[in-house]
């Protein structure tokens, strides 16, 4: 069964970090790519990171660019998501998602569940 599962989330201070992970199951995390998404409340859901399939070429929206750094570890099926000088506008629910296609532009296909991320002093 394909599954996705988001942990790591969890309350911090501005300017700390986090690490999340998005572990898979049912299929070979490296043959796809995954997008990391994440939702604040009253907001859209938008994509903020992706690694490609194969390749592992990664792709940063602007809000988290510099901060933020995407990867996988393909012995344990997991793609990461680092998470650092987090700020309050950082605060929302993170997915990951397996999207279609080989690229970072493809739509998602499958989700996980979602992580809490609070960012608060």
């Known amino acids: 069964q394909l599954q996705l599962v988001e942990s790591g989330g969890g309350l911090v201070q501005p300017g700390g970090s986090l690490r999340l992970s998005c572990a898979a199951s049912?299929?070979?995390?490296?043959?796809?790519?995954i997008g990391w998404f994440r939702q604040a409340p009253g907001k859209e859901r938008e994509g903020i990171s992706c690694?490609?399939?194969?390749?592992?070429?990664?792709n940063y929206a602007d809000s988290v660019k510099g901060r933020f750094t995407i990867s996988r570890d393909n012995a344990k099926n997991t793609v990461y998501l680092q998470m650092n000088s987090l700020k309050p506008e950082d605060t929302a629910v993170y997915y990951c998602?397996?999207?279609?296609?080989?690229?970072?532009?493809?739509?998602?296909?499958?989700w996980g569940q979602g992580t809490q991320v609070t960012v608060s002093s």
């Open positions: 690694i490609s399939g194969w390749g592992g070429s990664t």
């Open positions: 998602a397996r999207l279609r296609g080989s690229s970072c532009s493809g739509l998602p296909a499958y």
């Open positions: 049912g299929f070979t995390l490296d043959y796809y790519t």
